[in-house]
């Protein structure tokens, strides 16, 4: 697993508990191996019974493979513009998953970009009392299922997602983050 971590907040005059480079690593290195494990077990559970089975070939391309991923850790500033330019929405948020689409011809280990907005995930851990390395683990391994093609926008999908980032949170013995804190 590659990682380019990309610090911006040395201009942010605040004080950020962000996580290392190795953390982050290690969350989405972790999350592909337990996917990896699922897909498997899905992929035989229904050869065994004759239905097919069907994943994109970016997840079967990132779950075969070594890859690499930038995380840019910004401010609210940021986050708020890529916000507004990508999605529309004129607030920042915390965490956007841009997606690398390599011509077809290139073979390329890179799944795309995560940007984390530091002060919008420390605000969140505190609303809703979770430990702020925990919820950084989480939107890591959320904004990956988004390179890999997972999204949350109907329903069906959105419990698929959870389910994925809770299974994968829970082998870092970090609590389910949609209950009640």
């Known amino acids: 697993m590659n990682l380019d971590l990309q610090n911006v907040l040395e201009q942010d005059s605040l004080e950020h508990d962000v996580p290392t480079s190795e953390q982050i ?31 994109t070939q970016q997840q079967s391309d990132a779950l075969e493979s070594t890859f690499e991923v930038t995380v840019r850790i910004c401010d609210s500033a940021e986050s708020q513009q890529l916000n507004k330019d990508y999605r529309g929405k004129d607030k920042p948020t915390n965490v956007l998953s841009f997606v690398f689409e390599a011509p077809t011809h290139i073979d390329s280990p890179f799944l795309g970009d995560l940007v984390i907005c530091a002060a919008l995930v420390e605000r ?32 069906e999908e959105a419990l698929e997602m959870e389910n994925l980032e809770t299974h994968v949170l829970a082998q870092l013995g970090i609590d389910d983050p949609y209950q009640d804190h």
């Open 124 to 155: 969140e851990a505190k609303e809703q009392n979770k430990a702020i390395l925990d919820h950084w683990a989480h939107l890591c391994i959320h904004g990956l299922l988004h390179l890999l093609g997972y999204d949350h926008i109907e329903e």
């Open 25 to 55: 690593s290690g969350w989405l290195s972790l999350a592909l191996v337990v996917l990896k494990e699922q897909q498997d077990a899905v992929a035989n559970h229904l050869e065994e019974s004759n239905q097919p089975y069907q994943e």
